[in-house]
């Protein structure tokens, strides 16, 4: 084609989709327009827009700025010098987006920097003094410039949260819109997708936030390990391991190292249709016993213009030292990925029809392979767990799968031509075993795992409920 005209067609392409979500979003504003009102005691009203660089305060940002163009809403957002990327970035589009600045304050001193004044002592759902020093602190200070002043102070708490509250502060009046517009999940998101897009951190996190934040679940460590390495291991840092610890999780070599492949060559095994997971009869004899770990993983299929199925992304999600434990995890993964699809450009049929979870119970010899957690003298941002300790199991589990994948596909090579794709693709695979000389492990049993379906609980753990100042 034509340079010239390949760049028109771009453009044409690039204008029809700025004006397809202008008009989509010019629909989903026109739903609500009528329906809020922004309180005013006076002339010197302050409206406060606090953001977090998440999904609910952005949106609320977009809503309001389109609702009541005329009023000049003060953004604000609390840096803890420890976000993930994608908080940064969420803000800056937004940015972009409203044409207004949001003033970045931060008291000083970064989330890490404090754990070190504080001699090593990290944060915990028990010991929340983050939020305070970094959140709380640095806002009212802010707030100060307004004193005497009425202030309205906006946040982004959906009608469907029954387990958020909003936070207070003196002088200021705390509004919910999305509550009294009766505004949903699904309204949010269709927000962001018509405007600046879904935080791109919500393929592994439900929320937006520190890094390493204490109350990140397991799944969502996981997620940073594989997503945001160097943040890992700026939080792994912060821990302190007793000796012994640090010997017992030295991290796995990765199976590419040792087969000289591309990383995107290994992948993942698919359980047997029909499988099923059995009681597991662990050996404990020999000089050398093996050690044995649930891990989970996730597969998301698509299907090709033949009608050919494909996998697009597949990851080891999860581990868990007993099979219920890894069952409940996984429908805790289900449950997000259902919440957060957009950021998958996934529908949820999409979700239920094309995204599988697989349990597998691998072994690995026991002088390198130790799934216990940390134990006296150690101090992690988890009682009993470790981030040092989650990387070693997640590192090895990755290379017992890889491994298993490629017997399976050094095991078909009699099946194929010699001058065929497949022989080739086999024949690497021998090859690329024989190249190994360290343990690999093995999988016990393996098989395909339906999640149950997301419920809201009754019962609140108070320690698993992030304080609403993060939100600042």
């Given at each position: 084609?034509?340079?010239?005209?390949?760049?028109?067609?771009?453009?044409?392409?690039?204008?029809?989709?700025?004006?397809?979500?202008?008009?989509?979003?010019?629909?989903?504003?026109?739903?609500?327009?009528?329906?809020?009102?922004?309180?005013?005691?006076?002339?010197?009203?302050?409206?406060?827009?606090?953001?977090?660089?998440?999904?609910?305060?952005?949106?609320?940002?977009?809503?309001?700025?389109?609702?009541?163009?005329?009023?000049?809403?003060?953004?604000?957002?609390?840096?803890?010098?420890?976000?993930?990327?994608?908080?940064?970035?969420?803000?800056?589009?937004?940015?972009?987006?409203?044409?207004?600045?949001?003033?970045?304050?931060?008291?000083?001193?970064?989330?890490?920097?404090?754990?070190?004044?504080?001699?090593?002592?990290?944060?915990?759902?028990?010991?929340?003094?983050?939020?305070?020093?970094?959140?709380?602190?640095?806002?009212?200070?802010?707030?100060?410039?307004?004193?005497?002043?009425?202030?309205?102070?906006?946040?982004?708490?959906?009608?469907?949260?029954?387990?958020?509250?909003?936070?207070?502060?003196?002088?200021?009046?705390?509004?919910?819109?999305?509550?009294?517009?009766?505004?949903?999940?699904?309204?949010?998101?269709?927000?962001?997708?018509?405007?600046?897009?879904?935080?791109?951190?919500?393929?592994?996190?439900?929320?937006?936030?520190?890094?390493?934040?204490?109350?990140?679940?397991?799944?969502e460590i996981v997620g940073l390990l594989q997503e945001q390495p160097t943040e890992f291991e700026r939080g792994a840092h912060m821990e302190k391991l007793a000796p012994a610890d640090q010997r017992r999780h030295a991290p796995a070599t990765p199976l590419w190292k040792d087969t000289q492949l591309g990383a995107?060559?290994?992948?993942?095994?698919?359980?047997?249709?029909?499988?099923?997971?059995h009681g597991v009869n662990r050996a404990r004899g020999g000089l050398l016993p093996d050690e044995g770990v649930w891990v989970g993983a996730e597969f998301m299929f698509d299907t090709d213009l033949n009608g050919s199925q494909f996998i697009w992304q597949q990851r080891v999600v999860t581990w868990s030292p007993?099979?219920?434990?890894?069952?409940?995890?996984?429908?805790?993964?289900?449950?997000?990925?259902?919440?957060?699809?957009?950021?998958?450009?996934?529908?949820?049929?999409?979700?239920?029809?094309?995204?599988?979870?697989?349990?597998?119970?691998?072994?690995?010899?026991?002088?390198?392979?130790?799934?216990?957690?940390?134990?006296?003298?150690?101090?992690?941002?988890?009682?009993?767990?470790?981030?040092?300790?989650?990387?070693?199991?997640?590192?090895?589990?990755?290379?017992?799968?890889?491994?298993?994948?490629?017997?399976?596909?050094?095991?078909?090579?009699?099946?194929?031509?010699?001058?065929?794709?497949?022989?080739?693709?086999?024949?690497?695979?021998?090859?690329?075993?024989?190249?190994?000389?360290?343990?690999?492990?093995?999988?016990?049993?393996?098989?395909?795992?339906?999640?149950?379906?997301?419920?809201?609980?009754?019962?609140?753990?108070?320690?698993?409920?992030?304080?609403?100042?993060?939100?600042?």
């Amino acid at each position: 084609m034509n340079a010239t005209l390949e760049r028109f067609e771009r453009e044409l392409l690039r204008r029809a989709t700025i004006d397809a979500a202008g008009a989509s979003i010019d629909r989903l504003i026109d739903r609500f327009a009528g329906r809020y009102a922004i309180k005013q005691r006076g002339a010197d009203d302050v409206h406060i827009l606090p953001v977090s660089g998440g999904a609910d305060s952005t949106a609320l940002a977009i809503l309001m700025h389109r609702l009541f163009a005329d009023t000049r809403f003060e953004l604000v957002f609390t840096d803890t010098g420890a976000e993930t990327p994608s908080v940064y970035e969420t803000l800056d589009r937004l940015e972009l987006y409203l044409g207004r600045e949001i003033q970045r304050i931060s008291s000083g001193a970064t989330l890490y920097e404090l754990i070190e004044r504080w001699g090593g002592f990290l944060p915990s759902p028990n010991a929340r003094a983050c939020t305070s020093a970094l959140k709380l602190h640095p806002f009212k200070a802010w707030l100060s410039r307004f004193e005497s002043r009425p202030k309205w102070m906006y946040v982004g708490i959906r009608r469907d949260e029954s387990q958020r509250i909003a936070f207070a502060i003196d002088e200021v009046e705390t509004e919910m819109p999305f509550v009294d517009l009766g505004m949903v999940r699904e309204d949010v998101y269709a927000i962001l997708s018509a405007t600046i897009g879904i935080p791109r951190g919500y393929r592994t996190r439900s929320r937006s936030g520190c890094a390493c934040c204490p109350f990140m679940t397991r799944q969502e460590i996981v997620g940073l390990l594989q997503e945001q390495p160097t943040e890992f291991e700026r939080g792994a840092h912060m821990e302190k391991l007793a000796p012994a610890d640090q010997r017992r999780h030295a991290p796995a070599t990765p199976l590419w190292k040792d087969t000289q492949l591309g990383a995107n060559w290994l992948s993942l095994p698919l359980p047997a249709d029909g499988a099923q997971i059995h009681g597991v009869n662990r050996a404990r004899g020999g000089l050398l016993p093996d050690e044995g770990v649930w891990v989970g993983a996730e597969f998301m299929f698509d299907t090709d213009l033949n009608g050919s199925q494909f996998i697009w992304q597949q990851r080891v999600v999860t581990w868990s030292p007993s099979l219920a434990g890894l069952q409940k995890q996984l429908s805790g993964s289900f449950a997000h990925l259902l919440a957060t699809r957009e950021v998958h450009d996934m529908s949820e049929r999409d979700v239920r029809t094309n995204v599988r979870f697989a349990v597998y119970f691998i072994e690995a010899p026991a002088d390198v392979f130790d799934p216990c957690g940390p134990g006296a003298g150690s101090f992690t941002w988890k009682q009993g767990e470790a981030y040092q300790q989650l990387a070693h199991i997640i590192g090895w589990a990755t290379r017992v799968l890889n491994a298993e994948q490629l017997r399976l596909e050094a095991s078909q090579i009699g099946r194929y031509r010699e001058t065929s794709w497949a022989w080739e693709n086999a024949n690497e695979s021998v090859k690329a075993l024989s190249r190994i000389s360290a343990p690999t492990g093995a999988i016990v049993q393996s098989a395909w795992f339906t999640p149950a379906e997301p419920k809201v609980d009754d019962e609140i753990d108070e320690a698993t409920v992030t304080c609403p100042v993060c939100s600042l």
